[in-house]
């Protein structure tokens, strides 16, 4: 657990900041298992971790010095909040709560301040998807710059603070690009159209931007387009020649139905172009590890090696099919937390749809 300090660089004084302040802090969310388990649940205030984003910081200041914002986790993974400090009482002032029964993404957790120096950005899972929103100086409820059925992640403010830019994957799941939103009422933009979009840079002064995008057998390039959409003009060009030319077999994008929920399994299939009638092919899974990863997407997979193994795969008469099962990256919470208390139940069930749905087809 950590705790937070005030330290005035003024006199030299240092104060401890509560945490008593944040809403539900002192609730146990996991009594009811304690219970069950014969146990009584946690007294006082549960431990906090000060934490921000993946690469982010966990304390972000407005650009005039007046206030500071600070993200706070509870250890259990169960509650995120997001409070400013007084700092002349030295005591947080709740300004946004996400909490989740089963438990808070290790992503999605970016946030920071506009130019107006009292709004906070922030993006939240509260939807069921990775969303942006804005919290007044007043609190209340967060306001939703975006919504939908698909996930915003790595936010960043233009340089004159209009609008934001960030990863969306609206087309499906696994098509990521850069896509805007301005700060009035104006809808999201795609401003590329390069399927495997892996991450981006705005320039300083707003007008360009640089791509980091891949596809299934080209590993990450750059390249840059204007800042409000366009062709994008390629620097870079560095896969070999002879891989380039080796006949890879491109990977199928497919709707596995499944059994168990009305979304389908996203899965790549492996095959030959023709099947032959009457042949009865083996069938390979192949399982991405992590739990929480995704494989089924238009960039270069992070298992490169096994995808060229799919390939020897199939020249030996074999069918790979390679699922998105539950607990995989990319489609929202419900998708991420169906393995809460379940662990290995849900993943099972997808991948037997996967084969029913192969012999089927």
């Not at 007084?86 to 089963?102: F, I, M």
């Not at 933009?189 to 080209?218: I, M, N, Q, W």
């Not at 204007?226 to 060009?237: D, H, I, V, Y």
């Not at 070999?240 to 890879?248: G, I, Q």
């Amino acid at each position: 657990p950590h705790a937070l300090w005030r330290v005035d660089l003024a006199d030299g004084s240092v104060k401890p900041l509560a945490f008593d302040p944040l809403p539900g802090i002192d609730k146990d969310p996991l009594a009811s298992l304690r219970k069950a388990a014969g146990k009584e649940p946690l007294k006082g205030n549960r431990d906090v971790r000060v934490e921000g984003g993946r690469g982010g910081d966990a304390v972000a200041w407005t650009n005039d010095g007046t206030q500071v914002a600070v993200q706070l986790h509870a250890v259990d993974n169960k509650d995120r909040w997001i409070a400013t400090v007084d700092l002349a009482g030295a005591r947080l002032v709740p300004r946004h709560r996400l909490t989740d029964a089963a438990w808070i993404n290790w992503g999605f957790n970016e946030f920071g301040w506009l130019p107006d120096n009292r709004t906070l950005w922030l993006l939240s899972e509260e939807s069921g998807y990775s969303h942006l929103y804005t919290v007044g100086e007043k609190g209340g409820k967060a306001r939703a710059l975006t919504e939908g059925a698909w996930e915003v992640s790595s936010p960043q403010l233009s340089p004159d603070g209009s609008r934001f830019f960030f990863l969306c994957n609206r087309t499906w799941p696994g098509d990521y690009e850069v896509c805007d939103k301005a700060l009035g009422k104006s809808a999201v933009r795609e401003l590329t159209a390069l399927d495997g979009v892996e991450d981006f840079s705005v320039s300083p002064d707003g007008k360009a931007l640089l791509v980091r995008h891949s596809s299934a057998y080209v590993p990450a390039q750059i390249s840059v387009l204007p800042a409000t959409g366009g062709p994008a003009r390629a620097l870079t060009e560095t896969v070999n020649p002879d891989f380039a030319a080796y006949p890879w077999i491109a990977p199928r994008i497919e709707q596995v139905p499944s059994t168990h929920g009305k979304a389908p399994l996203w899965s790549k299939f492996y095959r030959p172009e023709t099947l032959e009638a009457g042949r009865k092919y083996p069938i390979v899974l192949f399982v991405h590890g992590a739990g929480y990863t995704q494989n089924t997407h238009a960039r270069y997979p992070y298992y490169f090696r096994e995808q060229m193994f799919h390939n020897l795969l199939v020249q030996q008469g074999y069918l790979v099919l390679d699922i998105d099962y539950r607990a995989s990256e990319g489609y929202g919470r419900d998708w991420r937390t169906a393995i809460y208390r379940r662990f290995g139940e849900p993943e099972l069930q997808d991948l037997i749809d996967g084969i029913d749905w192969l012999v089927a087809t």
